[in-house]
């Protein structure tokens, strides 16, 4: 095997580690770090070691082990495994395991000490999960505790000095990369399409520059698909005696299988072309890539007021982002970099992105924080410490969901939600629609609900039509509103025979047909799959102590809706509103005026009280995705909730 820039401080980076216990390692993409350090680790104490690799990425942690069990020439699973959500690949007697950060965070929760452990690697630092941001502080205290342990911290980028600092002046190795020239190209202007740009740049790469693989950079699943469509179709009909391109997507939702095609070589005179999200950018490393396309987009999670949830985002990337985009064409031999904006675009992109922790809500990571036992939330060791005001606001969204009890203690309830990979408003309708029975058609809704772009806007020429044909969805919903609404699609959609029929429906009623055929295998944690299999086994794990039969079927339609209603009410009651003359309503929670908006089935009634899943504000303040409720059943659900906003605590 080519010796690998990691080697040139191997030496410097056993002293370090044996003197030390915490050790910061940067290192370029490609490096070795993931693949070599451990095996360092592992060598050095003559094979005593149990280390354990952190990931971001489910599907990075699956590949590293895989690459090391080979490089060993050991089982998969034996002394090298891997343990990600529902898939264990690792024995008591594993030397080298790779798991999730998120695997790590639960294993911390739940045996404190992780003596299982010699070392921890916490990898792609960089990345600034908010769960790598948790376990750097839970680490940093557990240090005290078990003295033997080490810790190594390893990043792709270098500004590791915040990371030196938090660890009370750790030292930093630094690992010079092998990197090749690249050469750069910007657009003159920007353009609309930035599916259609990728698609011809691409194409232009195949019929023009010598051979090598190409990697593009695209946001999402969405604009991956499209991509990969359109390059099959435009394959078909390249020229003979060019050679043939076969384009691959890669993204967290993709099954495993098939996300580990794209390491396969492609034999022959073919060209690989590889659509990624930013999965690709540093976690994963391909090899016999030369050209890189970059979209300069791509999906964050960012935490919307307005919803009342974290959702992902299509933002632009940051100039860290795209030099590391760039790097990946330039590691074997030279190469090139297409980027799919403008010169100016680029110096108007911000150095950095933003660690998770300031973008999003953090009722999660409080929750967690709580489930391990620290009362004092505010004076913990945060990496990044939140806001004082995003962390009263998360405090008391917990409170409101009743996980936090009034002496701000975790609950049974918040024991569980914290352990459902989902936010803590929707774990608390999904956990309430368990324990009545009713999970299924109210993890339909979820799923709605986290996807992005369903139900579209039709022009206005179209309005009428559009509403025509959505009208008996509206009528058979009775009056209750837009989750139920939204249901009868989900129901009505599953009914159709054949994937055409589903598609000229979508088209009529203005519902996007990859959304929807997303419904069913929603992935609201980026770095998870699947999370309606997830989900559903994680109930059945978590709470074989309630009730999970299947009750929605037994109930009459009006009883159910009733039912669902009231399950999202335990989760969004900070998004309820009262009635004022006039058909407007005030918020319970702020005393703001509120209208119901024009595109919501109950628009025009005048309902008692309503809740909603959506704000968002035009002209005027508007609650969208509104189901009518009952003043008696937010009295029966909120009695807590109801008392603090009466006693005048606003
Ligand atoms: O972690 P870092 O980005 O520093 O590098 P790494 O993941 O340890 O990869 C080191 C080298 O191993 C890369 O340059 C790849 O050439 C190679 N590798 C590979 O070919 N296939 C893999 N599945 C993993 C690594
Ligand atoms: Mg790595």
Redesign the pocket.
Known sequence: ??R???SEVRTDLEKKFSRNHVTILV???????????PQFILALNNGKEKIAVTQPRRV?AI??A???A?ETKTTLGQDVGYTVRFQNMSSAKTKIKYLTDGMLLRELLLRTNLDQYTTIIL??AHERTIITDLLMGFLKTLLQRRKNLRLIV?S?TIDADKFSRFFDGAEVLY?Q??RFPVQRYYLSKPVEDIVDATVRTAIQIHASEPMGDILAFLAGQEDIDKAVDMLNDMIQSLPKGVPDLIALPLYAALPPQQQLKV?EKVAGNKRKIIIATNIAE??????GVRYVIDGGTHKVKVWRHDLGLDSLLTMPISKSNAAQRMGRAG??AAGKCYRLYTETDYYGLKSQSEPEIERCDVAFPILTLKLAGVSDVLGWNWLERPSKAAIMSALMQLYALKALDDEGQITEVGKKMAVLPLPPNLSAVLLDAHQKGIADPVLDIVSCLSIENLIMNPHPDKRDEVYEKRLPFITASGGMGDLVVLRNYVQHYRRLPSSSDRKEWCKEVYISYRAMSNVEKVSINQSEQDIRNQLESYLKAESANIHSEDKSVQLGPSVLNEQIIQCFLTGFLANTALSLPGKMYRTIAGGQTINIHPSSSVFGKNEDAIMYTEYIFTTKAYARNVSPIDLEWLQRIAPHFLSRRTAGHD
Do not use: H
């Not at 290192?27 to 350090?37: A, L, M, R």
């Not at 540093?282 to 090899?287: E, G, V």
């Open positions: 095997m080519q690998l820039p990691i290192g370029e993409t490609g490096s070795g770090k993931s693949t070599q350090v990075a590949n590293l895989k690459r090391v080979d990898d792609e390893m792709a690992v990369g092998r390491f540093t976690s994963l490393t391909i090899s590691r074997e």
